[in-house]
Nanobody, 123 residues
Framework: VQLQASGGGLVQTGDSLRLSCAAS????????MGWFRQAPGKEREFVAA????????YYADSVNGRFSISRDNAKNTVALQMNNLKPEDTAVYYC?????????????????WGQGTEVTVSS
């Protein structure tokens, strides 16, 4: 599975941004998907995950209620809608694929990673 993330950019506090991740291959529906982020000088952290069917979603406390993850298995894409952005959301965002149905917040659970897309939120 190859993953290509896009949609990052420079926005202001309170703005919204939608990230997208396009996956190659015909087995996309066999993978749970996740978004992680890494801020400068910090470790990569979990943001959101979605099961392979799209039936369940999971969020980090820091983004719960502001971010929404979704997927379209017919188009092999997963999206992260980010609302009410804050400066602390500034990071490089990565999409990741995990074989199996269940989502996970653990970095080590994921098998494939995209290249990352940068999000900068100015105050």
């Amino acid at each position: 599975v190859q993953l290509q993330a896009s949609g990052g950019g420079l926005v202001q506090t309170g703005d919204s941004l939608r990230l997208s991740c396009a996956a190659s291959g015909r087995t996309f529906r066999s993978y749970a998907m996740g978004w992680f982020r890494q801020a400068p000088g910090k470790e990569r952290e979990f943001v959101a995950a979605i099961t392979s069917s799209g039936g369940s979603t999971y969020y980090a406390d820091s983004v719960n209620g502001r971010f929404s993850i979704s997927r379209d298995n017919a188009k092999n894409t997963v999206a992260l809608q980010m609302n009410n952005l804050k400066p602390e959301d500034t990071a490089v965002y990565y999409c990741a694929a995990r074989f199996g149905s269940s989502g996970s917040s653990r970095f080590s659970s994921y098998d494939y990673w995209g290249q990352g897309t940068e999000v900068t939120v100015s105050s």
